[in-house]
Nanobody
Framework: QVQLVESGGGLVQAGGSLRLSCSAS????????MGWFRQAPGKERDIVAT????????YYADSVKGRFSIFRDNAKNTVYLQMNSLKPEDTAVYYC?????????????????WGHGTQVTVSS
């Protein structure tokens, strides 16, 4: 049974930092590209960052470039999203996602596996 379990969300003040983790099981994690999406209330679910199976290539949405960092530990079957200099507009539910093959920008239709999401709230 495939599982992606996110953790690390919470409430933080603007300018603060959070690190999200996504623990994977039920598939060969080291052969999958992984990513993070987010969905704010009343908005579409948008891509935030993606990373290749090896971790050698990453992609960031313009809105988070320079503030967020995606990385992975294949020995631990875990992908992370380090979020620094958080802004109120970063408030959303953050979802971990996985897919075979690589494209830097994914549509929701291209995601094979989804986590259930973790809430991030940034207060001003």
């Amino acid at each position: 049974q495939v599982q992606l379990v996110e953790s690390g969300g919470g409430l933080v003040q603007a300018g603060g930092s959070l690190r999200l983790s996504c623990s994977a099981s039920g598939f060969v994690f080291s052969t999958y590209a992984m990513g993070w999406f987010r969905q704010a209330p009343g908005k579409e679910r948008d891509i935030v960052a993606t990373i290749t199976w090896s971790g050698g290539t990453t992609y960031y949405a313009d809105s988070v470039k320079g503030r967020f960092s995606i990385f992975r530990d294949n020995a631990k079957n875990t992908v992370y999203l380090q979020m620094n200099s958080l802004k109120p507009e970063d408030t959303a539910v953050y979802y971990c996602a996985g897919r075979q093959g690589w494209r830097n920008v994914w549509s929701q239709d291209e995601v094979e596996y989804w986590g259930h999401g973790t809430q991030v709230t940034v207060s001003s």
